[in-house]
């Protein structure tokens, strides 16, 4: 997949670029903003890397811009700004995920493979699925106006469906997203949770709004 990085050290750079073509995608390097916004311009990206203190600006004035314009191309942050109150401006800025200089190569593409995986933001603040409504911002499900208390993980499950709506998801992919490994114990935890979540989300004499697909995984409809 095409991945724009935006970095002016030239060090750093070429070295997430490297790491990226090794693991099999396309890496576009530039060093400022003006370029980082061409090359977006231009459109066919697949997620952004993207440095924080940049020569012309801020990368998260970037982030709010490309948000402004309703764009969900998943943003990976980085910066050397730790503070808990840098993440949280970084993150409330539209980036989907924030990883601290120095980093480890593994820990830069485990994350690059997370954002790819969960699929485009979510960019509505609530998601309607026939007689389920879905509260992001709150993290909070109703089915019929009654709240349907989901737990964290559930709720990370459906986020992940959520993103591909309309389209399945394979289970390789729900348990990289929302468990970071494949494991027998991740894979029957899941399918314990599609259950329980399956009985949460269904209305009374309905089927509900999750959808197996045999052999390969799961997915939520368009409309329920």
Request: glycine share 10%; charged share 30%.
């Amino acid at each position: 997949m095409r991945i724009l990085v935006v970095e002016d050290h030239p060090e750093t750079r070429k070295m997430v670029e490297r790491v990226l073509r090794e693991v099999g995608h396309v890496p576009d390097g530039v060093g400022d903003l003006a370029a980082a916004r061409g090359r977006l311009a231009a459109g066919g990206y697949a997620a952004v890397v993207l440095d924080w203190m940049l020569p012309d600006g801020a990368g998260i004035d970037l982030c709010r811009e490309l948000r402004a314009r309703g764009s969900s191309l998943p943003i990976l942050i980085l910066t050397a700004r730790g503070g808990v109150e840098d993440r949280v401006e970084g993150l409330d800025a539209g980036a989907d995920d924030y990883l601290r200089k120095p980093f480890a190569v593994a820990e830069l593409l485990a994350r690059v493979r997370a954002l790819l995986r969960r699929g485009p933001r979510i960019e509505a603040p609530v998601v309607s699925l026939g007689e389920v409504e879905v509260r992001l911002a709150e993290r909070r499900v109703l089915v019929q106006g009654r709240e349907a208390p989901l737990t964290a993980r559930e709720f990370a499950i459906l986020e992940v469906l959520l993103r591909h709506r309309g389209r399945p998801v394979s289970r390789a992919d729900i348990l990289q997203a929302v468990w970071g490994e494949e494991s027998d114990s991740a894979e029957s935890s899941l399918e314990v949770l599609i259950g329980r979540m399956r009985r949460k989300l269904s209305p009374q004499g309905s089927d509900g709004p999750i959808e197996t697909h045999r052999g390969f995984g799961y997915s939520i409809g368009r409309d329920a």
